[in-house]
Structure formats: C-alpha cells, structure tokens
C-alpha cells in the first residue's frame, strides 16, 4: 500500500513562501507522474501542478511562474516551492500519485494566506 505524507503547510502572510513536501513510502520514479492539487472551502479539487515522470512539469495557470513542483527521488519526496503566495492560494494542499490506473492521495496539509 502506497502512502503519501504532506507537510509544511502554515499561516504565511500575502507575498511570502512556502516549501510543501509530500514523502512517499517508494520510491517517486515508481509513478507516472505525481501532482500537487488543492481544495479551497467551498470549492472543488483542482490540479495545482504535476511531474511527469520524463521530467517535464505542468502548472495551473494561476500559479505558474509562482509555483515549482521538485522532486528528490532519495528522500522519495516531491516538493511545491510556492512564492509570491496570495489570499486566494489559501486551501488545503493534497499530494497525489498515479500508476497505471491507480491513484494514491495524502491526508493534506492546510495553507492559509492572510495578513
């Protein structure tokens, strides 16, 4: 069974940073891609950023050129590097894995921008 653990969410103050890490129980060159999503109240789940496996990134177009999406395959950890964070980033950040039709989420980590 796969397992995905976040960390590093917190109270940041608008134009400040954060760095997310998710640790994974293997290592992340095992999936498909791994991706960042988030979830604002009241809102639905959306897509935040992904890493594809052949290296290549895609990002939400509310947040590229804010947001980096890393990986370091010997700590089996993907990282979110978020900059210039706004009020609007505020969610819960969930880390996610997909494997051949098989999809691995973490409990989430709460991020919340406000002065």
């Known amino acids: 069974q796969v397992q995905l653990v976040e960390s590093g969410g917190g109270l940041v103050q608008p134009g400040g940073s954060l760095r997310l890490s998710c640790a994974a129980s293997?290592?992340?060159?095992?999936?498909?891609?791994m991706d960042w999503y988030r979830q604002a109240l009241g809102k639905q789940r959306e897509l935040v950023a992904t890493?594809?496996?052949?290296?290549?990134?895609v990002y939400a177009d509310s947040v590229k050129g804010r947001f980096t999406i890393s990986g370091d395959n010997a700590k089996n950890t993907v990282y979110l590097q978020m900059n210039s964070l706004k009020p609007e980033d505020t969610a819960v950040y969930y880390c996610?894995?997909?494997?051949?039709?098989?999809?691995?989420w973490g409990p989430g980590t709460q991020v919340t921008v406000s002065s």
């Open positions: 293997r290592s992340i060159f095992s999936f498909n891609t």
């Open positions: 890493a594809i496996r052949d290296g290549s990134t």
């Open positions: 996610h894995a997909f494997q051949y039709g098989l999809a691995y």
